[in-house]
């Protein structure tokens, strides 16, 4: 079977994936789904960006050697899942005891693209997906198109999903009708973006 053929049967399978590993939910959606409901959906999107162009350009990474080498320094592998967690668990802070956006400060902005890109490169499960995507999907001898291709499929199937999050947090900021209920929305996406990076964190330590 060829290179091509091989490709194009695994395409739809890995489709699939990037669709699940996109759309549940995971530290990245949480961020989207909060600043979204607090700033509006035009104000997550270079969330969505970041996010999205950082969990491609992993699948570069990964099948050009990195995770090769971090699999050699798992120090390094336990470094980062750190910074991850405690980066994650600063967000969710924030998230957790803004006040209510209609008596927020002049100085209270969203997260920015950059951030969220960064957050899957310090996010353990976002090099795991990486290196799913590589050894599963990739195929044997894989070279840059292969890797790249990969990377652009990845990309156009997580935009919308993510997307998908952003339209979900703006629906829900117009039925929060009192600054309690909008209280209790940002706390329940804080606890459960810190559940998210603490569990990310855990089980990178029992592996």
Not at 71 to 88: F, K, S, Y
Not at 107 to 113: E, F, R, Y
Not at 141 to 165: E, Q
Request: aromatic content about 10%; some cysteine; overall charge positive.
């Amino acid at each position: 079977m060829s290179n091509t053929s091989v490709g194009v049967t695994q395409m739809l399978p890995f489709v699939s994936f990037a669709f699940v590993a996109s759309i549940t939910p995971g530290p990245s959606n949480l961020l989207i789904l909060g600043n979204s409901a607090r700033y509006g959906f035009a104000a997550a999107l270079p969330i969505v960006c970041g996010a999205c162009a950082g969990s491609a350009a992993l699948v570069l990474l990964v099948g050009f050697g990195t995770g090769e080498w971090l699999a050699a320094h798992p120090h390094i592998r336990t470094v980062m899942a750190w910074a991850g967690a405690l980066w994650l668990s600063y967000l969710a802070w924030q998230i957790a005891s803004k006040p209510p956006a209609d008596v927020r400060a002049a100085a209270d902005k969203p997260t920015g693209g950059w951030a969220a890109a960064t957050l899957q490169v310090a996010n353990p499960k976002s090099w795991s997906m990486a290196l799913a995507v590589v050894s599963v999907f990739a195929g044997a001898n894989a070279d840059l198109p292969r890797y790249a291709l990969l990377s652009a499929v990845f990309l156009m199937v997580s935009a919308p999903c993510l997307a998908i999050w952003a339209v979900l947090g703006s629906r829900a900021a117009g039925r929060m009708q009192s600054a309690r209920s909008a209280r209790a929305f940002n706390l329940i996406l804080g606890v459960a973006l810190l559940a998210s990076a603490w569990a990310g964190l855990l089980e990178h330590v029992l592996v």
